[in-house]
């Protein structure tokens, strides 16, 4: 059973996170998904060693856009099933708001042209965001939309 390597696990992940190819980096995310899946709990603890070394890939410009795509998804779900505190929910989607505010249309109106994979990305934030949003209590969640 799962339950009982967790350790293990999270340390192999944590490393394969860390030193993943663009190539890797889809399959690694996708696996790292599956692991809190399985889980199928709130850890909180496990939660803050995920965020710590996916964050700093997701905010690097120098990697890849589809890396940091498969992170951002990947974050936004792991938050989704793990994170239990509001302000570590709140910060997290502030984060994918930063990424994703620069598809805002200017002050003038115009709408930035972006690449295609700079899109994909900014549509795996908001993707994140909205279903971090929707683990907020009702009264949290009505503040930030209308601000």
Known sequence: MISDRVEYLTEQLINSLKKSTELESKLIANVTALFFMQLSESNDE??????????????????????????????????????EEIATTLELMKTFEILF???????DGITPILA????????????????????LPNNVAHEILRM
């Open 46 to 83: 496990l939660f803050l060693q995920f965020r710590d070394v996916l964050l700093p890939t997701i905010r690097d410009e120098s990697k890849t856009s589809s890396t940091r795509k498969y992170y951002t998804q990947t974050l936004g779900l792991l938050g989704f099933i793990a994170c």
């Open 101 to 107: 505010s620069s598809s805002y249309l200017s002050s």
């Open 116 to 135: 295609h994979d700079l899109q994909e990305l900014h549509t795996a934030a908001l993707s994140s965001w909205t279903l971090l949003a929707s683990t």
